[in-house]
């Protein structure tokens, strides 16, 4: 009897008010917007229409598939002020950006490599010891913080020294050993563009050429 009391007030309050009823989803998804709000921020939900044949909670939906992308860090937040050594790298490189990467995973138990990518539009050859984008695209380039230039296989052991991984390339502080290694390494910096499927030297100091634009027009402004 109370259930069907309850049904005849309802249907009374709906002749008398028919917006009554139909307001009801609307209210309660006002209040699930209201809850999620406390927990998640609004941009990770997207718009989603409501249509006349019914109310999906579409939202529940996007939440699941939304994703939290991680702040980048900068260079100057993965790179210390007080490095002993600097590393000069191709951040176009694929496989030389595992070894950076290692290294880098490393450097932050350290703290003593400073990393730079001489791809960037911001490397500049004056805070490098005049080290150009073409010179150091040639070979690996490492700069101690006392400003000695160190390059091929001894670069590599001084920055694997710099993280604890100094016994890697000891062997190499032995001269009939380092010649060899930097022969094999000589290969290897010659064809690494071809191996990883990138245009030769040329083409790539043509292309920064025309990305630099007007500024190119002074020579002292397009050092490579």
Request: charged letters at 25%; hydrophobic letters at 30%.
């Amino acid at each position: 009897m109370a259930l069907r009391a309850t049904a005849i007030s309802c249907n009374i309050a709906r002749l008398r008010n028919p917006s009554l009823l139909s307001s009801i989803p609307n209210y309660l998804t006002l209040r699930f917007h209201h809850s999620l709000s406390h927990s998640y921020p609004l941009h990770t939900f997207k718009s989603y229409p409501y249509y006349q044949t019914g109310y999906k909670y579409d939202q529940i939906r996007a939440l699941q598939e939304a994703t939290v992308t991680p702040k980048k860090q900068n260079e100057e937040e993965q790179s210390p002020q007080d490095w002993r050594i600097k590393m000069l790298y191709d951040g176009d490189c694929p496989l030389c950006m595992r070894e950076v990467n290692m290294l880098r995973e490393r450097n932050k138990q350290y703290g003593t490599i400073k990393f730079v990518d001489i791809s960037s539009d911001e490397y500049s050859p004056e805070e490098n010891q005049g080290l150009e984008y073409k010179t150091v695209m040639g070979r690996i380039h490492a700069i101690q913080s006392d400003g000695t230039i160190v390059t091929d296989v001894e670069a590599f052991r001084k920055l694997y020294e710099q993280v604890g991984l100094g016994w890697v390339y000891a062997i190499t502080k032995y001269k009939p050993i380092a010649k060899i290694a930097d022969a094999v390494y000589g290969v290897w910096a010659k064809y690494r563009l071809q191996i990883t499927g990138r245009p030769p030297l040329e083409e790539i100091l043509e292309v920064r050429k025309k990305g630099k634009g007007e500024v190119c027009r002074d020579s002292n402004a397009c050092k490579m």
